[in-house]
């Protein structure tokens, strides 16, 4: 057998790395949970999101996203993103006020009901926030609020009297804690599961977006929705702060300018949503109205008492954020 010349053999080598180092690099993929069905404009948005950090950044990272709960539900999210299960999730901030009392400043009762009042709110507790995400590993990317949070009940109410004893879908401690003023049961039910919870009675009533009831086609098993303009809470996408460190300034740069675009176009997405979901649960049958003056003067009187609660958790962080916001 003829061996073969090492200046042969040096040749094929150097050969080989330079075809090797011609190669385009591997794209990284970046899964993305999140929660609410691939329909919601939340998820849509996330989707172009999505889209706009591959494009720009010429696939070099991918980010695939996962709606309806399919890779984590969604109280898992926060904590997969947290520890590095993957490197990008959206959440609903306000579910995780147990954490830290200003993850539930835009579940205030009554304090922020509009969509205009819903920014400066946002405005004002914002750089707060992203220091509490800091602390537990996360980088803040975007935020976009739901409509305006309405009732839902099976059953005609024109006071919280008609409410007690409900079964009352709660999904944070502001809801949790309206359950326990009104008199009516908290039941803990992620959004995914909130269709079968009433087909089945695990839960009568709740408070959330005509999105969320028209998504999950309510009008099935409720027969009112009562626009009481509560608050406006609000879902955050965030980033694994490893993972962020890790990525040069100039891809920093695309996810800035597309979380950017993503928050102002999602805000545009939740105003035209508002008015797409309530005519729809209208036209599907449900009684879509506003509050009688009683139930307006008893949700009041309940969020008063709310805000002073969170005031007091929320400490001078929380004062400062509202006074802030009301001096605006």
């Given at each position: 057998m003829?061996?073969?010349?090492?200046?042969?053999?040096?040749?094929?080598?150097?050969?080989?790395?330079?075809?090797?180092?011609?190669?385009?690099?591997?794209?990284?993929?970046?899964?993305?949970?999140?929660?609410?069905?691939?329909?919601?404009?939340?998820?849509?948005n996330g989707a172009e999101f999505a889209a706009c950090v591959t494009?720009?950044?010429g696939g070099d990272i991918e980010i695939v996203t996962h709606p309806g709960g399919a890779l984590f539900g969604g109280a898992e999210i926060k904590r997969a993103v947290q520890t590095g299960q993957v490197q990008i999730g959206e959440r609903l901030l306000s579910a995780h006020a147990n954490e830290d009392p200003l993850f539930g400043v835009d579940s205030i009762p009554f304090l922020a009901t509009s969509f205009d009042d819903s920014v400066k709110l946002w405005s004002a507790a914002e750089g707060a926030i992203e220091e509490a995400l800091a602390e537990q590993n996360l980088v803040l990317?975007?935020?976009?609020?739901?409509?305006?949070?309405?009732?839902?009940?099976?059953?005609?109410?024109?006071?919280?009297?008609?409410?007690?004893?409900?079964?009352?879908?709660?999904?944070?401690?502001a809801t949790a804690k309206l359950a326990e003023l009104t008199g009516m049961?908290?039941?803990?039910?992620?959004?995914?599961?909130?269709?079968?919870?009433?087909?089945?009675?695990?839960?009568?009533?709740?408070?959330?977006?005509g999105a969320t009831g028209y998504d999950r086609k309510l009008w099935e098993n409720v027969s009112h929705f009562y626009e009481v303009d509560a608050w406006l809470p609000r879902n955050a996408v965030m980033v694994n702060k490893d993972a962020w460190d890790g990525l040069s300034d100039e891809t920093k740069a695309v996810?800035?300018?597309?979380?950017?675009?993503?928050?102002?176009a999602g805000l545009e997405k939740a105003k035209a949503y508002t008015?797409?979901?309530?005519e729809g649960l209208a036209e599907n049958g449900m009684s879509v109205e506003k509050p009688s003056d009683r139930l307006k003067a008893d949700l009041a009187e309940i969020g008063e008492a709310?805000?002073?609660?969170?005031?007091?958790?929320?400490?001078?962080?929380?004062?400062a954020i509202v006074d802030a916001y009301k001096a605006m």
């Open positions: 003829t061996a073969t010349p090492k200046s042969t053999v040096g040749l094929v080598s150097a050969a080989a790395l330079l075809a090797a180092s011609a190669l385009p690099a591997a794209a990284e993929k970046w899964d993305m949970p999140m929660a609410y069905a691939a329909s919601n404009f939340h998820s849509e494009e720009g950044t990317l975007y935020s976009v609020p739901w409509p305006p949070q309405g009732m839902y009940f099976n059953k005609e109410v024109t006071s919280v009297e008609d409410m007690k004893g409900l079964k009352f879908r709660a999904y944070n401690a049961l908290p039941v803990q039910i992620e959004a995914a599961e909130v269709s079968q919870a009433f087909a089945t009675g695990v839960a009568e009533s709740m408070v959330s977006s996810f800035a300018s597309c979380a950017e675009t993503a928050e102002t008015t797409f979901t309530l709310m805000t002073a609660e969170w005031l007091e958790s929320a400490g001078d962080k929380g004062k």
